[in-house]
């Protein structure tokens, strides 16, 4: 997320500017945010049209600039503090990750049931951090979907090539399912998978070891699951807490479940942030 103070107190004066100019009452926050925080060029980008003269117009409801309206400002995300790891041994499993910083980390699943088509353009315009952890015969066949959010900063790991339960199968089948998923993602992206998560959140002691022999620092479960724009929590606490991970899959209302996810992290104070900056 784009939060630089000085950004801030620019995009502050834009909005006065803005709602000077035209008497708008709502909306255009985070479009002053997204002009200020764009490089210093003097290409506006052709789908922010509040730097046009119909600038005023308030986004159409469920169109991408809506959405990007729709995004609140978060505070300033700290610097990340990589979460401590053991050099050797078992890596480790989580549910949240083991930090006191004031982040949540919203992670996407699966890859073949649905890609909605603004999804990489909201994560672009809206910096939103996400790790995607895909199948990976969903990663080749739309690979070049994949792409545009890997372009927008969102980090490709690892869900295994055929999405069957892990639990209780032998080595060589889970080293199978996870490095052959972890060998073809890496080919197509360009970069090694760190992260494994197992499909349905099923896991055994193997696991952990093919997991690990495979090139993965550590396995991701969840503490939040956002489905058709909800968020359902895994604790009686209803509010997202520093660490969390919050699950969504590539499904039809993934635009929603994102929107969700970013207002419930947001109302509990916290910034989004990138798995891969704390688990190094
Ligand atoms: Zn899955």
């Not at 009452?25 to 506006?44: D, E, K, L, Y």
């Not at 992206?189 to 997991?211: N, V």
Request: proline share 10%; hydrophobic share 40%.
């Amino acid at each position: 997320m784009s939060v630089n103070p000085a950004r801030q107190i620019l995009a502050a004066a834009t909005l006065l500017a803005l709602l000077a100019l035209s008497g708008c009452t709502a909306g255009p926050v985070f479009h002053a945010r997204q002009i200020t925080a764009a490089p210093p060029s003097p290409a506006v980008p052709t789908n922010t049209p509040s730097a046009s003269p119909t600038a005023t117009a308030r986004p159409a409801h469920g169109s991408l600039d809506w959405y990007v309206s729709q995004v609140p400002t978060f505070p300033e995300a700290p610097p990340p503090q990589p979460v401590p790891m053991t050099a050797t041994g078992a890596i480790p499993f989580w549910h949240r990750l083991p930090t006191d910083q004031k982040v949540a980390f919203i992670t996407i699943d699966d890859g073949g049931l649905a890609r909605p088509p603004a999804v990489p353009d909201f994560i672009r315009e809206a910096h939103i951090p996400v790790t995607m952890f895909l199948n990976s015969p969903a990663a080749e066949e739309h690979d070049d979907y994949f792409r545009q959010i890997q372009a927008a900063g969102g980090v490709v790991e690892n869900h295994t090539i055929r999405h069957t339960s892990l639990a209780g199968r032998s080595y060589d089948y889970q080293k199978r399912e996870i490095c052959g998923a972890a060998d073809r993602l890496e080919t197509l992206f360009g970069k090694r998978a760190t992260l494994f998560r197992p499909p349905f959140g099923e896991y055994d002691s193997t696991t952990l070891t093919a997991a690990r022999d495979c090139g993965a620092k550590a396995v991701l479960h969840w503490s939040e699951t956002v489905h058709e724009g909800k968020v359902r929590y895994q604790t009686p606490r209803k509010v997202v807490q520093p660490g969390d991970v919050l699950l969504m899959h590539f499904r039809p209302a993934l635009m929603d479940d994102l929107l969700a996810a970013l207002k419930a992290i947001h109302r509990a104070g916290l910034t989004p942030a990138l798995l891969e900056d704390y688990i190094r």
